[in-house]
């Protein structure tokens, strides 16, 4: 029988192609822990190092067939996770610049009307959009961003597993982010 963990990082890769799923397990044992720890040094935020982690090995799983890696799956991976990485942190710096814009027009009178009638508007339609999640969804999402609970709380409350609570935050983002991408846009260049 063969034993994965004594197969190089090229033979795993070769198996992964294929769909074997203990040659992915394998990798992900490998490599999970080290590029979990070189997100973590970049974004400070132990919830977004491993989402970023977990979306890597999801892509690798997704695209196995078709995924061509030049050199060496190690170089591969780290690659990956930075780019990752550096997408939230752009996308950090986008929330903070249309804070920072809100902020001087919310400090204007004609600002601060407007913002809690389009605040309460927008409110009422999140809610609604949220309201419409799956019911387990539903719950994990509102401890997790109504209550702030972490997802080792909502975990031990809800009896499910952190990686099925980070799954159903995932889930739940991705819809709205679908449902509310061209209102965000919109927010964001005219509002």
């Known amino acids: 029988m063969i034993s994965y963990g004594d197969l190089p990082d090229s033979e795993l890769t070769e198996r992964l192609h294929s769909g074997d799923d203990r040659a992915f397990a394998e990798l992900y044992e490998r490599f999970f822990g080290v590029l979990y720890k070189h997100a973590l040094n970049r974004l400070r935020d132990e919830d977004q190092a491993k989402d970023v982690v977990q979306e890597l090995f999801e892509d690798l799983w997704n695209k196995k067939a078709t995924l061509l890696i030049q050199n ?60 419409s999640l799956p019911p387990k969804m539903k719950a994990v999402f509102e401890l997790s961003r109504k209550h702030h609970y972490t ?18 935050v995932k889930n739940a983002l991705k819809i709205l982010k679908i449902k509310f991408g061209l209102i965000f846009y919109f927010l964001m260049f005219f509002g």
Not at 94 to 99: D, K, S
Not at 151 to 168: L, P
């Open 72 to 131: 060496n799956l190690s170089n591969y991976l780290y690659t990956a996770v930075r780019n990752k990485v550096l997408k939230v942190i752009a996308h950090q710096h986008v929330v903070a610049a249309y804070a920072a814009k809100q902020s001087v027009y919310l400090q204007s009178e004609e600002g601060l009307t407007d913002h809690r009638v389009r605040e309460r508007q927008l409110a009422a339609i999140i809610e609604k959009e949220v309201q």
């Open 151 to 168: 997802y080792k709380e909502i975990a031990e409350q809800m009896d499910i597993t952190e990686q099925s609570v980070r799954s159903h």
